[in-house]
């Protein structure tokens, strides 16, 4: 099997340990300072001093030494991805992805309206990057890419992983809350898995609706940007907000009615966190001078009057 993989993975594989599986969220144990190279650089003066910086290679290193997080306890489950951004646990795959970047220090731009760094609703994502211009065919993806995945030919985003590499016609990627891995012993529904895909040139995969080119999303080989470590969503009730796949339930169906009665926001009272519902919490939020960044958590609660 590592006959076909890329050489950056192979590599990278080697030097993280294979199969090794990492269930928390420490430095120590997740690779937290994998993702930086240290260099001379001149300064002015005529002095040398270390800099740290990310590239491509060091994004892949750091999602390697992730994989089997999580492996076998399920899809949406809790995870330290989304702990460490202090979101909702479910529908975790955009928040690996944007993680991923945090824990190499070269966080991701806002891609999604309210998210500080990164997405949770993957096609905003994809939104993102073809405003921007930074899209591109499987078979051109570079390693540390983001890949979006749309599973019933709907033209809509519905999964997202990182590339970790490009070879002989297939794509290789690992992802969270994903399914079983056809690359490795990690086959348990749920968890950070390695994948690949069929995707010869020209032709590339159906599954697959774009790949992003991180290179005109984060800048390679700059100055890292250290990062603070989100809140631990509380147990109850639980966070809200616009993710793949959107959340639903009788909490959201409640906060639907709160917006409508307070903002008379026209929201349909189906329980389903969708882009309306989160364009109507961003405009509650601004109104209130509460944060504005489309999570329902106990601020945002009480200021509707709901139990918090």
């Known amino acids: 099997m590592d006959a076909g993989l890329p050489v950056v993975e192979l590599a990278l594989l080697n030097a993280v340990g294979r199969g090794r599986r990492l269930s928390t969220a420490t430095p120590e144990q997740t690779g937290y300072e994998l993702g930086r190279t240290t260099t001379l650089v001149y300064i002015a003066g005529r002095q040398w001093h270390s800099e740290t910086m990310t590239t491509r290679p060091e994004i892949v290193r ?17 995870n330290p991805f989304s702990t460490n951004l202090g979101r909702p646990a479910e529908a975790w795959c955009g928040d690996f992805v944007t993680d991923v970047y945090k824990r190499a220090l070269i966080p991701l731009p806002s891609m ?23 899209t591109r065919n499987s078979w051109d ?20 992983e990182i590339v970790t590499g490009y070879r002989d016609g297939a794509l290789f990627t690992i992802g969270g809350n994903s399914g079983p ?8 529904d749920g968890g950070v ?16 609706l774009v790949v992003i080119d991180t290179s005109k999303v984060v800048a390679f080989g700059g100055p890292t940007h250290p990062t603070r470590p989100g809140h631990p969503p509380p147990a109850e009730p639980r966070l809200l907000m616009l993710k793949s796949p959107m ?25 389903i966190y969708d882009p309306s519902m989160r364009n109507a919490v961003l405009n509650w939020q601004r109104r209130e001078h509460i944060e504005v960044d489309g999570i329902v958590g106990p601020q945002t609660r009480s200021s509707l009057g709901l139990p918090a």
């Open 141 to 160: 993806a570079d390693h540390g890419d983001i890949v979006l995945f749309d599973w019933n030919g709907d033209g809509v985003a519905d999964h997202t």
């Open 247 to 271: 959340m639903h339930g009788a909490d959201i169906r409640a906060l639907q009615h709160a917006l409508n009665q307070r903002s008379n926001a026209g929201l349909a009272t189906d329980g």
């Open 62 to 78: 750091t999602a390697l030494s992730l994989n089997g997080t999580c492996n076998g306890e399920g899809y949406d489950g809790s």
């Open 181 to 188: 891995s056809n690359l490795d012993s990690f086959t348990g």
């Open 193 to 208: 898995h390695r994948h690949r895909w069929p995707a010869p040139a020209g032709t590339g995969n159906n599954d697959v």
């Open 112 to 134: 999604q309206p309210g998210c500080r760094s990164g997405f949770a609703y993957c096609p905003d994502a994809v939104d993102y990057g073809r405003a921007r211009g930074a």
